[in-house]
């Protein structure tokens, strides 16, 4: 018989995944592209007035668009919305604050401003050691509630999962979140976010 030695087993093996890489990039590269670019032009935001956001229980711890409001500038917005939405919703209290941290490129000074406080008051919360306590969120919908030249609101309508180390699925729930996306310097940024 004729056996395949080793190194040609392993160029074998090599070739075939590749192939079925390329295949599953091809077939799935729109869908992979503008989770790519609405991660990076996205960011998560709870209001930045104090009263009108709480620190959701368990937690330890804008996007840039340089087009004017039309059509093409708000379904642009709308996805960076979806995009900030999830980051924004999913946390943990192991996550020190990374769904905050890591949004505030997409952020004003004004959000950003809110978030450095959110974290700081709610840092003596986020004791290690405590069992596990995640959510997850994924962005359903989206609705403009408002449009202006330089202001844009936006609803983002989403499914939330609690998880904690004992049980996978605790609870799951629907929730919205209004983001109010500014122009600063030319780019679409969220300067306001309020779960309701």
């Given at each position: 018989?004729?056996?395949?030695?080793?190194?040609?087993?392993?160029?074998?093996?090599?070739?075939?995944?590749?192939?079925?890489?390329?295949?599953?990039?091809?077939?799935?590269?729109?869908?992979?592209?503008?989770?790519?670019?609405?991660?990076?032009?996205?960011?998560?935001?709870?209001?930045?007035?104090?009263?009108?956001?709480?620190?959701?229980?368990?937690?330890?711890?804008?996007?840039?668009?340089?087009?004017?409001?039309?059509?093409?500038?708000?379904?642009?917005?709308?996805?960076?919305?979806?995009?900030?939405?999830?980051?924004?919703?999913?946390?943990?209290?192991?996550?020190?604050?990374?769904?905050?941290?890591?949004?505030?490129?997409?952020?004003?000074?004004?959000?950003?401003?809110?978030?450095?406080?959110?974290?700081?008051?709610?840092?003596?919360?986020?004791?290690?050691?405590?069992?596990?306590?995640?959510?997850?969120?994924?962005?359903?919908?989206?609705?403009?509630?408002?449009?202006?030249?330089?202001?844009?609101?936006?609803?983002?309508?989403?499914?939330?999962?609690?998880?904690?180390?004992?049980k996978i699925n605790n609870k799951?729930?629907?929730?919205?979140?209004?983001?109010?996306?500014?122009?600063?310097?030319?780019?679409?940024?969220?300067?306001?976010?309020?779960?309701?």
């Amino acid at each position: 018989m004729n056996y395949m030695s080793r190194s040609q087993k392993i160029i074998l093996i090599t070739v075939v995944v590749v192939i079925i890489l390329a295949i599953l990039i091809i077939l799935f590269w729109p869908r992979l592209k503008d989770q790519f670019v609405g991660a990076s032009q996205t960011g998560p935001i709870y209001s930045s007035s104090d009263a009108s956001v709480t620190a959701p229980s368990g937690v330890a711890g804008g996007g840039a668009v340089t087009v004017a409001p039309t059509v093409s500038a708000a379904t642009t917005v709308e996805a960076m919305a979806r995009s900030f939405a999830e980051r924004f919703g999913s946390y943990s209290n192991q996550g020190n604050f990374e769904n905050l941290t890591d949004l505030y490129p997409f952020m004003t000074d004004k959000m950003r401003s809110w978030a450095d406080d959110f974290i700081v008051k709610n840092k003596t919360q986020a004791v290690t050691g405590t069992e596990y306590l995640g959510v997850t969120t994924k962005a359903l919908s989206t609705k403009i509630v408002e449009q202006e030249k330089n202001k844009i609101i936006i609803t983002v309508s989403s499914s939330r999962r609690e998880s904690t180390a004992t049980k996978i699925n605790n609870k799951i729930y629907m929730q919205d979140l209004q983001l109010v996306f500014v122009r600063d310097n030319d780019l679409w940024k969220v300067n306001e976010a309020q779960w309701q």
